[in-house]
Structure formats: structure tokens, C-alpha cells
């Protein structure tokens, strides 16, 4: 499995961006998938996932109301849509995806992506 990030960027406090992760190899339409982050001197911590329908979403409390997870019509696309965004928003996003929902929210999945770098200046 393949995944790769995009849509980073640099963005005053309160503007949006959207990332996207485009997934391929073997059956990643099943694939749940979800967003980390991690800022320099701090751990990977959990963002957002989507089920491989679609149908459920979860999101870290720290986001709640101003990021939405989707996937594309052809699920192998995830978009994260990042809106009123924070200074400690600022962080190395990464894709992870898994067959197994709960290791893409523990993220302890073995598939990642590169990251993309999300700054939000003050």
C-alpha cells in the first residue's frame, strides 16, 4: 500500500486548507484510513479516520467542529478539511491506513505516507 500526502502549506490562523492522501496497491478501497500529526519535539498524536465506507468518522477532541475527513466517490482518495486553523495546528501531517480500523487510530498500522508539512503563522 502506497499512500501520499498533498495539500500542505503555510496559512494564517483562521484560514482553511484541505489535505489529501491518494492511496494505491492491493485493496485499499477497504482500507480505513486516518490523519496524524506531529510538531517538532512532541509524539505523533491522532488527528481524524474514516471507515472504509465512510460511514463512521472520528476525530481527536483538539479538532472537533473545525476539521472534516472524507473520501472521494472512488475511496481511494482521503481529504482532510482544515478550517479556523490554529497556530498549534502547525505539524507534519501523515496519511496511515490499515484493513484494521483500530490500528489506524492507535496508529500502529505499518502503511504510511511521507507527510506534509501544515504552518499556520499568527
Known amino acids: 500500500v502506497q499512500l501520499v500526502e498533498s495539500g500542505g502549506g503555510l496559512v494564517q490562523a483562521g484560514g482553511s486548507l484541505r489535505l489529501s492522501c491518494a492511496a494505491s496497491g492491493r485493496t485499499v478501497i477497504t482500507y480505513a484510513v486516518g490523519w496524524f500529526r506531529q510538531a517538532p519535539g512532541t509524539e505523533r498524536e491522532f488527528v481524524a479516520a474514516i471507515s472504509w465506507r465512510g460511514t463512521r468518522v472520528y476525530y481527536d477532541d483538539s479538532v472537533k467542529g473545525r476539521f472534516t475527513i472524507s473520501r472521494g466517490n472512488a475511496k481511494n482518495t482521503v481529504y482532510l478539511q482544515m478550517n479556523s486553523l490554529k497556530p498549534e495546528d502547525t505539524a507534519v501531517y501523515y496519511c496511515?491506513?490499515?484493513?484494521?480500523?483500530?490500528?489506524?487510530?492507535?496508529?500502529?498500522?505499518?502503511?504510511w505516507g511521507q507527510g506534509t508539512q501544515v504552518t499556520v503563522s499568527s
Open positions: 496511515v491506513a490499515d484493513e484494521n480500523p483500530s490500528t489506524v487510530v492507535t496508529g500502529t498500522s505499518d502503511y
